[in-house]
């Protein structure tokens, strides 16, 4: 047992202190503690990962733990190349095919009929599994390492916004889990979208940090989008209230030109052109593209709903920004933030 371990498991060490993770580019040391089962966060283009060794029953449990994530909630499996992921799946569609070959490395991840490698409690019982390859060059070297696939879901407890930072993962899960593999902040700062081929035909399951407009281009046809609500979602995990922070949230069809201190004291905004936060009148203003650059809004989103922090904005308005491109992901968290049900 390495000396961390046993302070790990020394429960008198575990309520003297609070402890942190190790966060470090150090991709040997990461590669070596998912050998041994243990769990790592890792850096991606779209969100931070909470990774263990796919194959290992009992490390890719431990995530579940780490997360109190329900164990019906499936897990991407993740790889460095198409090649190596396809060999955990069976029966491929073409339409798979063409999107990982345009697709990957990417924020694409493809729900294809599972192979008899992959454990159940990754699939949480379905007989198909989630697959992606993140393009972020540390996580690429760290996965071309392995001989087995990392199961990731989102690092962060079930339930909270996505961590784009290791310092965010560092926040909610750093007294649980050994090491963050840090690779900065990530540049898409959107989860993938996810599709499905639930009848042989492309569905998009999740919207997310590829623009469905991108699919269709590249399919030459028009995909159908699953719309969630709590009930049996195709994508278990997308249920309504899932990025919620806490406050009273009301969403803006129509762009916010003033806002009553009273009313709100927080207000999320796109494209004003001035900065990225001021305050007037009392009301504190988060542009998340004072450009309207909706990729600039995607990679800021998550860190403006950390901000919004529920104590010091009990009330936020939030304007939804354009419907199109990934705006439609965009608006789609805005969405589900707001939800109380
Ligand atoms: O960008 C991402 O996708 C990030 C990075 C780390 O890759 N991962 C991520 O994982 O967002 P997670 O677990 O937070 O979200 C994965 C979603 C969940 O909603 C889950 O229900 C769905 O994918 N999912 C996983 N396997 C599935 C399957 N076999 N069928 C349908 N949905 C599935
Ligand atoms: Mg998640």
Redesign the pocket.
């Known amino acids: 047992m390495s000396l961390r371990e046993a302070f790990l498991s020394c429960s008198t060490a575990k309520s003297v202190f609070r402890l942190s993770a190790i966060i470090s580019h150090d991709i040997i040391l990461a590669a070596e503690l998912l050998r041994k089962g243990q769990l790592v966060a890792?850096p991606?283009e779209?969100?931070?990962?909470?990774g263990a060794n796919a194959l290992d029953v009992t490390a890719a449990a431990a995530i579940f733990k780490a997360k109190n994530?329900p164990s019906f909630?499936?897990?991407?499996i993740?790889q460095s190349s198409a090649e190596r992921l396809f060999q955990y799946a069976i029966n491929i569609p073409p339409a798979a095919r063409r999107l990982a070959k345009h697709c990957w490395p990417g924020?694409l991840?493809l729900?294809l009929d599972?192979s008899a490698a992959v454990p159940d409690l990754v699939?949480?019982g379905?007989a198909?599994?989630?697959m992606?390859v993140?393009d972020h060059a540390l996580t690429q070297v760290l996965l071309n390492g392995l001989d087995f696939p990392v199961a990731?879901?989102?690092?962060?407890p079930f339930g909270f916004v996505?961590p784009t930072t290791a310092e965010h993962v560092n926040d909610q899960l750093g007294d649980r889990i050994p090491m963050i593999l840090n690779g900065g902040p990530c540049s898409v700062g959107?989860?993938?979208t996810?599709v499905?081929f639930p009848d042989g035909e492309p569905v998009v399951?999740?919207k997310?940090?590829l623009a469905i407009e991108q699919i269709e281009e590249i399919l030459g046809l028009p995909i159908q989008v699953m719309e969630h609500g709590n009930s049996r979602?195709?994508?278990?995990?997308?249920l309504s209230r899932h990025y919620a922070p806490g406050n009273r949230i009301e969403l803006s069809q129509s762009p916010i030109t003033k806002v009553e201190w009273a009313n709100y004291q927080a207000a999320v905004v796109f494209g004003k052109g001035r900065t990225t936060s001021w305050t007037e009148n009392q009301v504190n203003y988060f542009d998340l593209s004072p450009s309207s650059d909706l990729a600039e809004a995607a990679n800021r989103l998550f860190s403006v709903l950390r901000m919004l922090n529920r104590g010091k904005f009990p009330a936020v308005l939030i304007e939804l920004v354009p419907e199109e491109g990934l705006g439609r992901a965009i608006n789609d968290r805005l969405r589900r933030a707001a939800t109380t049900e």
């Open positions: 890792i991606t779209t969100v931070y990962g909470l994530r909630d499936p897990l991407i993740h924020p991840t729900v599972k699939t949480a379905l198909t599994v989630a992606r993140p990731a879901p989102s690092a962060n996505s959107l989860e993938s996810i499905g399951y999740r997310g940090g979602p195709a994508a278990p995990g997308m």
